[in-house]
């Protein structure tokens, strides 16, 4: 029932026009059509769509992660007034839902002249990584014994010091988890692409698979095998990421201590 | 104002090197608080004004009070027929997706065979962009090229129905849809890390009493994962009721406004007809809406959530 709609997925998106409109559908393919693949990624430009997407989401997680990184070691290694209630607010926003503050940050882009580029899917993550990602690294820091930090102050070293030569190398697998769920946000966004990109050329993959839903094509020959290799192309990425990375997930979630 | 009368004797009482401290550990979030500041706070505020007004983007907004909410709940031909949708929506999908989760973790947690296998299996949906699994869905749905109503009438010799281009059956084919993508993700993951946190004592405790399995169930596995649950109602509500991308781009709110949810009438309002002021009126009566029903959440939740470690 999970896996059944991938495989039906991978084996229409194979399928000629004439074997998508047998009906019943067969199983399998009668001639494996590979060229759907350069034909859906042609028809509807899916070069720069890939292109922008991974620009927006490496961006992102690289910098999100390593500012969200510089964020929880505040929150986690530092005494100062009102910590602890700004820790809470920024846990709060993750409970926030986007349509109240979308409409405002339109207006802000268009003033700035950030619409219909991909500045302002980029930006807000550089300051401050969003909050699961400091939520997450912030517990696993708290998590580390203080007993390192303080050897490396008798040593003589700053603060900024500590975060680079004592927490980054023992924070690894949070980092990892981090990276992974940040990347899964920000690969499958798509209400932000949808309010703040305007021309085709700019689109991130999930819009560019919408238009590719409502692109014409030829009158009378099915599209659907090229939505189907298109909606692989989407997600293969973010699978083989999955496999790749399979441990820091469920850890991620783990050493969050979500569940209780 | 209260936050300046905590800061400052708090400040004022500390020592030079742990003044120094706190300044270092500002400014360690300072890019989380611009940021905050930036895209957060002052957006909201923001909002909160254009909802006070008539905004339509080309001239600046214009104050009109109350107007915007006046014509939500009275005047809006489409307000109560998106808030009707919706609340279906979540009526139907928040359960069946907290109970779908929380199976699919205690399948998991059997430890049996080939667990890692289902375990990616369930948890693939999860991964696909919402974009995507509405386009293979609504092709597998198709009525009369979809595998689906091959199936059923391989199976049945009954005629499939038309999914979603049926008026009664489009919400329900959405909702399978989502239910697809939902179950095996982050909640199954969170109940599954809260369903291996019960130790094995207390199921050996309550065999060794003569419990059967039904009273282990409710006597000890669903108190502990209270919070889980917990967890999982509160946040799971908060996002049904936005939900926008599967009407968005499956069915585009129809046929006939079956699937009009609340945000796509936001979305609508305000971005295609531009409407700034009327659209922010309406994020801000979700807001309040989501923000109510999370505070109902936790209050009741102090009946019927166990936390372990609470003192």
């Known amino acids: ?260 | 104002m209260a936050a300046r009368a905590v800061v400052l004797p708090a400040w004022r009482s500390l020592t030079p090197a742990r003044r120094r401290e706190a300044l270092q550990g500002l400014l360690f979030i300072s890019p989380w608080l611009v940021g905050f500041l930036a895209f957060t706070a002052y957006p909201m505020l923001a909002s909160l004004y254009y909802s006070f007004s008539a905004y339509k983007i080309l001239a600046p907004p214009v104050w009109v009070g109350l107007r915007n909410y006046a014509y939500a709940f009275n005047g809006d031909p489409l307000f109560w027929l998106s808030v009707q949708r919706t609340v279906i929506w979540v009526v139907v999908t928040v359960p069946l997706g907290i109970f779908g989760s929380l199976l699919a973790a205690v399948l998991l947690n059997r430890g049996l065979k080939g667990t890692n296998l289902y375990r990616t299996a369930f948890f693939l949906p999860s991964l696909t962009p919402t974009v995507a699994a509405a386009l293979l869905w609504t092709w597998i749905l198709n009525p009369r090229f979809g595998i689906a109503n091959a199936a059923i009438e391989g199976l049945t010799g009954l005629r499939g129905p038309n999914w979603l281009a049926d008026i009664d059956w489009a919400l329900p084919s959405l909702a399978m849809i989502s239910l697809w993508t939902a179950i095996g993700g982050n909640r199954m993951l969170i109940f599954l890390a809260g369903l291996q946190g019960i130790p094995q004592e207390l199921y050996e405790a309550a065999r060794v009493d003569g419990a059967g399995p039904i009273r282990t169930w409710w006597n000890i596995t669903v108190p502990l994962i209270s919070p889980a649950i917990f967890f999982n109602l509160v946040l799971g509500i908060i996002f049904s009721f936005r939900v926008f991308a599967f009407a968005f781009v499956v069915t585009e709110g129809g046929p006939a406004r079956a699937t009009y949810f609340y945000a796509l009438h936001l979305y609508t309002m305000a971005f295609r007809s531009f409407d700034m002021g009327y659209g922010s009126a309406l994020a801000w009566i979700l807001f309040l809406t989501v923000l109510v029903l999370t505070v109902l959440n936790m209050q009741l939740s102090k009946r019927w959530v166990y936390y372990e470690s609470l003192r």
């Open chain 1, 1 to 260: 029932m999970f896996v059944f709609p991938f495989f039906w997925t991978v084996s229409s998106s194979l399928k000629s026009p004439r074997d998508i409109l047998t009906y019943p559908p067969p199983l399998l393919p009668a001639v494996f059509t590979w060229s759907n693949y350069p034909d859906a990624w042609t028809t509807v430009e899916f070069g720069p769509y890939f292109l922008n997407s991974t620009i927006v989401t490496g961006a992102t997680v690289i910098g999100g992660t390593a500012s969200g990184l510089i964020v929880a070691y505040g929150f986690a290694r530092f005494r100062f007034p009102m910590r602890d209630a700004l820790f809470a607010l920024c846990l709060s926003t993750l409970m926030l839902p986007p349509e109240v503050t979308i409409i405002p940050l339109y207006v802000i882009f268009k003033n700035l002249g950030w619409l219909d580029t991909l500045t302002p899917l980029i930006v807000p993550s550089l300051l401050g990584g969003g909050a699961f990602t400091i939520f997450l690294l912030r517990q696993f820091i708290l998590g580390l014994p203080f007993d390192l930090d303080e050897a490396a102050t008798i040593d003589g070293a700053s603060k900024l010091r500590i975060l680079f030569d004592v927490i980054v190398p023992n924070a690894k697998p949070a980092l990892a988890a981090a990276a992974v769920f940040s990347f899964i946000n920000h690969w499958n966004e798509f209400f932000q692409a949808l309010i703040f990109l305007n021309s085709k050329k700019n689109y991130t993959i999930p819009l560019g698979l919408y238009s590719l839903r409502t692109y014409a094509g030829d009158p009378g020959e099915p599209k659907d095998q090229l939505l189907m290799a298109g909606s692989v192309i989407a997600t293969l990425p973010i699978i083989v990421l999955f496999f790749a990375a399979q441990r820091y997930f469920v850890q991620g979630i783990v050493t969050s201590g979500l569940k209780g």
